[in-house]
């Protein structure tokens, strides 16, 4: 293999995956920052009607709202940018399942319930990584 070939394919390998990691940053951006604007919104409510630390309260209802926030706009955006919808819903599957497990490892006493929330909010965007590399073609482009 000549020298000229390597660099050739090195060059269209970073290209693909700068794709990859271009493409899952504008998946993740609409997610964290509705879940931001849209969580903002619910606990502010939530503090009004009286609720003032819902997240301690109610750990798994709260845990629920924003694997909610954040799947939702994940899945508006990807509707907008006209994506599949089983590409779609496997991405929003991966949020909402990582909130499921996450419920019920802490209803299982595995982790803390305190920390259920946290693990969501730090865990829903690389969560999304899972399908992706499933279909890593898909999120490459389409470059030769």
Not at 8 to 32: D, E, N, Q, S
Not at 68 to 90: C, D, G, K, Y
Not at 106 to 125: H, K, T, V, Y
Not at 127 to 142: D, E, S
Request: net charge positive; charged share 10%.
């Amino acid at each position: 293999m000549t020298t000229t070939t390597k660099r050739t394919r090195t060059v269209t390998f970073v290209r693909k995956a700068g794709h990859f990691l271009w493409t899952f940053v504008r998946m993740c951006l609409p997610g964290c920052l509705g879940a931001l604007i849209l969580s903002v919104a619910f606990f502010a409510g939530a503090t009004l009607i009286g609720y003032p630390d819902l997240i301690v309260q109610a750990p798994v209802f709260s845990t629920l709202v924003l694997t909610i926030n954040f799947t939702l706009p994940m899945v508006a955006w990807m509707s907008f940018r006209q994506h599949a919808w089983r590409p779609t819903l496997e991405m929003a599957g991966a949020s909402v399942g990582l909130g499921i497990s996450l419920i019920a490892l802490g209803l299982l006493g595995l982790i803390p319930m305190s920390d259920i929330f946290e693990w969501e909010a730090s865990l829903c965007c690389p969560a999304m990584l899972v399908p992706m590399l499933f279909r890593y073609k898909l999120y490459i482009g389409a470059m030769s």
